[in-house]
């Protein structure tokens, strides 16, 4: 007999069946980029793209199809952009097939900003769907992402390096359902004002996950809520065990707050850091957790200079906190979580 219930269960059956959205043909009105095109009107790489746009106040937008582009991206153009990446799955990084790759390191390209693989020095931004690679490795500051502008969202997307990875340096911006991977000092800058929601953070080796360089008693922070925090593929538990910390102060004034954060690498009991003995920059400084919890924080003794916070107090800090309270106005919702 075919009850009310198992109608129910039958079209719950069904709502499993319903795959992610996918990103597989460019919008009405983008630009295509597509490696080794010879279509014309199609451009070879993200820069060629970008070089072609009016610097006006247009609305304009670039869709890449799959492939990994070997250029270091700088982005200008005053009016709204929209990048996104080839995508069978929308909502998340893991299927990306898009990657744009550089391997600079800061050592040789004159300062942090100049050595990023994406470096984004405009306004009201967006991009989804694509991983950015910095390769250069241990030695060197080698930046991924060079974020320098307001109202900036980055969702479902990869950054990839190993020190400074993500350089949140100015403006306000949002990192949402994506992936940041690195080991020392990966998620830094001066006074960015930045909301990291859902993402999957990756640790490289022994290090510091944040290094926020705040040197004003400023209400800029870099909020984290609901990431999670893992060891990169290859990288042994042994290798790292209590040498990795949920920041340092690059700035005296330092501002993290880290909730509702799940966390497997084997972090130090200590979870926060001095920037170095002798310079220890932590008189000022608001490094917070709330409702901490996973198998990399046993048996957890806070840094003197850290604050746990209370249900309460951690309401406080949220996406309105960290990057204004018009964020509805150009956030994907979408992507909160």
Not at 20 to 48: H, I, N, Q, Y
Not at 249 to 267: E, M, Q, R, S, Y
Not at 271 to 282: A, K, Q
């Amino acid at each position: 007999m075919f009850t009310f219930t198992t109608c129910l269960l039958v079209l719950a059956s069904l709502s499993r069946l319903v795959l992610a959205a996918s990103r597989t043909t460019p919008p009405a009105g983008a630009l295509v980029v597509r490696a080794g095109t010879t279509t014309s009107g199609e451009f070879k790489t993200v820069s060629s793209a970008i070089a072609s746009l009016p610097n006006d106040s247009s609305a304009r937008s670039i869709f890449i199809f799959p492939g990994t582009y070997f250029e270091q991206v700088y982005i200008t153009r005053s009016g709204p952009l929209t990048i996104y990446g080839y995508t069978n799955d929308a909502s998340s990084y893991v299927g990306n097939q898009v990657t744009i790759q550089a391997g600079v390191p800061a050592s040789t390209a004159g300062s942090d900003d100049a050595s990023g693989t994406l470096r984004i020095h405009k306004d009201n931004f967006k991009m989804y769907n694509v991983n950015v690679k910095n390769t250069f490795g241990v030695g060197s500051q080698a930046i991924a992402i060079s974020q320098y502008g307001s109202r900036v969202g980055l969702y479902a997307c990869g950054f990839f390096g190993y020190q400074d990875t993500l350089y949140a340096n100015k403006g306000t911006q949002v990192f949402l359902k994506g992936y940041i991977e690195g080991a020392v000092d990966f998620i830094f800058g001066r006074t960015g004002l930045a909301y990291f929601g859902g993402n999957t953070i990756a640790v490289k080796a022994a290090g510091c996950i944040t290094a926020n360089g705040r040197e004003s008693n400023d209400t800029g922070s870099y909020v984290f809520n609901q990431n999670t925090i893992v060891l990169a593929s290859g990288v042994s538990s042994s290798s790292v065990s209590g040498k990795i910390y949920l920041g340092r102060p690059w700035g005296d004034f330092a501002k993290v707050i880290f909730k509702n954060t799940i966390i497997t690498a084997p972090l130090n009991k200590a979870l926060w850091s001095i920037w170095n003995t002798g310079d220890e920059r932590t008189d000022d400084v608001f490094f917070a957790d709330f409702n901490t919890t996973g198998s990399g924080v046993t048996g957890v003794s806070r840094a003197s200079f850290s604050t746990l916070l209370s249900s309460s107090q951690a309401a406080s800090y949220s996406i309105a906190s960290a990057v204004g309270s018009d964020f509805a106005s150009w956030v994907d919702s979408a992507y909160l979580v």
